[in-house]
């Protein structure tokens, strides 16, 4: 896969503080840039969100952007598919973290403008999210206590002891 944003920043690159950039031949790759756009020959940053949004599903998927799947999402949200049905297994996503970018991949490629997440909300967003990835999933474990050892957040099948000694390095 090559992942490609179709004109981002071209909405930043506008002069004399203009709202929108029009043109007269509408061109981009398919998949990748905004309907309104290619409607109207008006671009602006939330064409950029869009595009960023298609680039969050191929990712979450592993499919490219022209894929049914990304295609109907962009279209229509009402129906989504279970999760695990459709997040590229390969990836190894956390189920909480699939679940989360989900949500902020689809908030970017909303048809309705006015309902699409700005790729601002959508950076704050995806900090949170990895912040919450990262925070530990379980307490640290006491000298000489039975726990769990936790890979990404999912704990192994077999009960580890912690050793006084073993403690002491690990802190």
């Known amino acids: 896969l090559h992942a490609r944003l ?3 920043g071209l909405a930043r690159a506008r002069p004399n503080q203009e709202t929108h950039v029009s043109c007269t031949h509408v061109a981009g790759t398919w998949g990748f840039a905004d309907p309104w ?3 109207t020959g008006r671009f602006d940053t939330a064409c950029d969100a869009f ?8 990712v979450l998927f592993g499919k490219e952007a022209q894929d049914p799947l990304i295609q109907e999402l962009c279209e229509d949200q009402s129906t989504i598919p279970p999760l695990e049905s459709i997040v590229d297994p390969q990836a190894g996503w956390p ?3 699939a679940s989360q970018f989900l949500e902020i991949s689809l908030g970017l490629v909303k048809l309705q403008r006015r309902d699409r997440l700005s790729v601002d909300s959508a950076l704050e967003k995806l900090q949170a999210c990895l912040r919450s990835a990262e925070a530990p999933q379980a307490p640290p474990p006491q000298a000489g206590s039975a726990s769990s050892v936790f890979v990404r957040g999912e704990p192994l099948d077999f009960p580890v002891v912690i050793r006084p000694s073993a403690a002491a390095v690990c802190t």
Not at 51 to 58: E, I, K, S, Y
């Open 37 to 39: 756009h290619l409607r």
């Open 51 to 58: 595009a960023m949004g298609v680039t969050f599903l191929m």
């Open 95 to 97: 189920p909480a973290v």
């Open 6 to 8: 179709a004109d981002a």
